[in-house]
């Protein structure tokens, strides 16, 4: 394939692809490891009302509300899954269930009752992202990488998912020692004087962000496989926490350029004519990943039980 | 023009999606139990998202075999197979490799829904146009409802009903007690299979109503609600199925008579609402009643503290004791006992040391043990026994010279 077909339309919601996914896998290590993986199922569900108000807010669609509108929705829906667990004494999954899927069908609803329909805001796009449309128009070939006015073109999702994705590692990188104490032992963390508690918070917006830049991006789909089967795959390859970290990296890329290539080039591979989704695409090739990891990983069965 | 719609007087649509979806909260409550009470609501969210490639499947093929595409039976026929597969994924991934059940959920719903995508994009290629409305299990679609799907709804609403009656007991011990159910023979595992399949059948007849996202809520919400109100298993599966076919039934009510208020979205909202309700109002468990129990609490504590302080002629500094003090016609604003004060107070002290004795007899052990410092000693000994204590305590004495 030549530089001047790779480089515009298929070099950046590649790239795009890329940095998500693993923008959502780090934190998602430690949502996996603290049995909190299903935050990441709720708040990309929640992201939704949360664009839908800022858009009925602002009436325009533009990123930085978006997404403020998002986190907001994040935060909201983190307060009140534990306003509901701690006032009705309810478990945590059943309150997280109830919380994202009246926030979800609040959403939906505003967006049916409002008028967005000359906007381009529902509810697939929501789902599956945009990620083929997310092309690089001023690029003539692989020399525009170096070439200042065709890189101010780029789309600004690029820089939007760099930020997020710079943000999730410095957050790792400062709170790496916290972070690992209160996951592995909660009570030791507390006597060392670690606020476990707000860490745990910190770690739910750090995902929150990650997911809300993603979701701008790619939709919610990628958002959930990547926090999820990267992370849970990379558990099954080690007992070492940063070995752990570098694996769910390698998958959560392998799997946004595999699934983002076979979805453009896949099916013309074998003549059909159009792409499938690249969204959908990433997440199946993260499942399979995590089907052969679970099915040969050196460490797939639990530490001590008998091999089966 | 409501009251139009919630008895069916709006026309034929409006009936069949009423009626249809009433069963429906019916049969999610009543199987959202078991699901509840076995602390797995969320694998529901793992089902209802699993069916997604197994729609596109079906279509594909009914297609392919020359069919009409869209034929309800065959695309939930396809729903339930891929959802199953699914279910067997969380439960292989669960128990085979070290992952926990979150994260095999996670993924299972994650993977298969991206996967349906991939399905609906290239059924979108395969024939122009034929593939509108497949969107709609997403979210739901009651507008083009026929009889036949309203058939389909209520046979298969009514069946799972009939399946909880059969298994509800097995169900409930395996809920409170898996080792106990494990030990009187009930096979665990394939139990815990019925019950999800009994909620796969649900999500799969839900699908046409409110769609694979929000069929989840019809299973999770109508049992947190019924939980508030009951400690009996029998009467918190009729109570979710009531608070579950109430909330489908006025949320399809308004979706009939409002424009643009699609029907899963409203009864998803409306059930909210009535959880809402029961957290803050329920008898016992309700955020009312435990506030209120609180502040009866803090009333006594603050009473006893009070009538102990007068009686051994303490200065009392906490103002809400000296408010209650005087309240009761205890104390005067100042803190000054008034003369049925100082019999309260000496009462209490006297009550005081009857306890401290009754704590230090091993004859007493389980009266002491009931000893909380508010409990009045008159509910736990009989007369004679306080009168007992009392000779031991003996009464007021001159000095000795």
Redesign the interface.
């Known amino acids: 394939m030549s530089g001047e077909e790779f480089v515009p339309l298929s070099l950046t919601p590649m790239l795009i692809g890329v940095l998500a996914a693993v923008a959502c896998a780090l934190p998602g290590n430690f949502l996996?490891l603290r049995?909190?993986?299903?935050i990441?199922?709720a708040i990309s569900?929640v992201v939704l009302p949360g664009i839908v108000v800022a858009f009925l807010i602002t009436g325009v669609v533009a990123a930085a509300p978006m997404m403020l509108g998002a986190a907001g929705a994040a935060l909201v829906s983190v307060v009140m899954i534990e306003a509901?667990r701690r006032?009705?004494?309810?478990?945590p999954?059943?309150?997280?269930?109830?919380t994202f899927?009246?926030l979800?069908?609040?959403g939906?609803?505003l967006l049916?009752?409002s008028d967005t329909s000359s906007v381009h805001l529902d509810?697939?796009h929501a789902?599956?992202g945009n990620l083929e449309s997310l092309i690089w128009l001023d690029a003539i070939g692989w020399e525009s990488l170096l070439d200042p006015v065709a890189l101010a073109g780029l789309p600004p999702e690029l820089g939007r998912v760099v930020i997020a994705l710079l943000g999730v590692c410095a957050f790792l990188w400062l709170f790496w020692r916290p972070l690992v104490l209160s996951t592995f032992d909660e009570s030791f963390a507390q006597a060392m004087g670690i606020a476990t508690n707000r860490v745990g918070v910190a770690l739910v917006m750090v995902a929150a962000l990650a997911a809300v830049a993603a979701f701008d991006a790619v939709g919610s789909?990628?958002v959930?496989?990547m926090?999820?089967?990267p992370?849970?795959a990379a558990?099954?390859m080690t007992n070492r926490l940063e070995h752990q970290v570098g694996w769910s990296v390698v998958f959560a890329v392998l799997s946004a350029v595999f699934g983002y290539v076979f979805?453009g080039y896949g099916?013309l591979w074998l003549g059909?004519?159009?792409?499938?989704?690249a969204?959908?695409?990433?997440?199946?090739v993260?499942?399979i990943i995590?089907a052969i990891a679970?099915c040969f990983a050196p460490?797939?069965?639990?530490?001590g039980?008998p091999a089966? | 023009m409501f009251w139009n719609a919630l008895t069916l007087q709006l026309g034929y649509n409006a009936t069949l999606v009423t009626i249809g979806a009433t069963l429906l909260g019916i049969a999610a409550g009543v199987t959202g139990t078991f699901l509840y009470l076995r602390k797995r609501a969320l694998v529901s969210d793992a089902i209802s998202h699993a069916t997604l490639p197994g729609v596109g499947i079906a279509f594909m093929l009914m297609v392919l075999l020359g069919g009409d595409g869209r034929a309800l039976p065959g695309l939930l026929l396809g729903a339930a197979v891929s959802s199953w597969v699914g279910l067997l994924c969380v439960s292989w991934l669960t128990q085979r490799t070290r992952l926990s059940e979150d994260a095999a959920i996670g993924a299972v719903l994650s993977v298969f829904f991206g996967f349906g995508i991939v399905l609906l994009t290239v059924i979108q290629t395969m024939g122009a146009g034929r593939a509108a409305g497949l969107e709609s299990f997403l979210l739901g679609a009651t507008a083009g409802m026929l009889f036949n799907d309203a058939l389909v709804i209520a046979g298969g609403g009514a069946l799972t009903l009939v399946a909880v009656l059969i298994l509800r007991r097995p169900m409930t011990l395996l809920a409170f007690d898996p080792e106990y159910a494990a030990a009187r023979g009930i096979n665990v595992g394939r139990m815990d299979l019925a019950i999800m399949a009994l909620a796969l059948a649900v999500t799969v007849i839900g699908l046409k109503i409110v769609g694979l996202i929000l069929i989840v809520a019809m299973l999770i919400i109508p049992p947190v609600t019924a939980r508030f109100w009951t400690e009996r298993t029998d009467h918190m599966v009729m109570i979710t199925g009531l608070c579950g076919g109430l909330a489908a039934w006025i949320g399809a009510g308004l979706s009939a008579v409002a424009p643009a208020m699609p029907t899963g979205p409203i009864i998803v909202l409306v059930s909210f609402g009535l959880f809402v309700a029961s957290l803050l109002l329920a008898p016992n468990r309700g955020v009312l009643a435990v506030y209120l129990r609180h502040v009866r609490f803090q009333r006594r504590v603050h009473l006893r503290q009070g009538l102990l302080a007068l009686a051994q002629g303490q200065p009392i500094y906490e103002a809400y004791t000296v408010r209650l003090l005087k309240q009761a016609g205890l104390a005067h604003a100042d803190g000054v006992p008034t003369e049925a004060g100082r019999a309260r107070a000496a009462k209490a002290l006297r009550d005081e040391k009857r306890w401290e004795l009754v704590r230090a007899d091993q004859a007493f052990e389980s009266a002491a043990a009931l000893y909380d410092g508010l409990r009045d000693i008159e509910t736990v000994l009989t007369g004679d026994q306080i009168s007992e204590i009392d000779q031991r305590i003996g009464g007021p004495q001159g000095v000795a010279s």
Request: proline share 3%; with cysteine.
């Open positions: 996996v049995k909190q993986a299903l990441g199922d569900h509901i006032l009705g004494n309810i478990e999954g059943a309150a997280m269930g109830l899927t009246t979800f069908a609040a939906v609803l049916e009752q509810v697939e789902l599956y789909i990628i959930i496989a926090f999820i089967c992370p849970a558990r099954l979805a099916p059909f004519d159009n792409a499938v989704s969204a959908g695409m990433i997440a199946t993260s499942g995590l679970a460490h797939r069965h639990r530490s039980a089966v």
